[in-house]
């Protein structure tokens, strides 16, 4: 069956990095778009990053942009997550997700604070 499997998060200070890593399997990652997602707390889940299935495309939101980076592997069915420069407000748990689908990971938590 589809998996979704995020890992990388952790806590860091202020301007610090993470790389977030997703591990996919059950379905053939290489054909398909990806994007993640955060949920901060006390907002609505948000779409941070997404990536065509041939990484040609990439989109950020405002709130990203300049500092996080997207990337896959479609040999190692792995999606990526590098974030830059981190800011409190980054704080959330961050989400793996196959994009137009209901299929989501169990997500990883990141928090940015000194």
């Known amino acids: 069956q589809v998996q979704l499997v995020e890992s990388g998060g952790g806590l860091v200070q202020p301007g610090g990095s993470l790389r977030l890593s997703c591990a996919a399997s059950?379905?053939?990652?290489?054909?398909?778009?990806m994007s993640w997602y955060r949920h901060r707390p006390g907002k609505q889940r948000e779409n941070v990053a997404d990536?065509?299935?041939?990484?040609?495309?990439?989109s950020y939101s405002s709130s990203v942009k300049g500092r996080f980076n997207v990337s896959r592997d479609n040999v190692q069915n792995t999606l990526s997550l590098q974030m830059n420069n981190l800011k409190p407000e980054d704080t959330a748990v961050y989400y793996c997700?196959?994009?137009?689908?209901?299929?989501w990971g169990r997500g990883t938590q990141v928090t940015v604070s000194s």
């Open positions: 997700h196959i994009s137009g689908t209901d299929y």
């Open positions: 059950g379905f053939h990652f290489a054909s398909l778009d």
């Open positions: 990536i065509t299935r041939d990484s040609r495309s990439k």
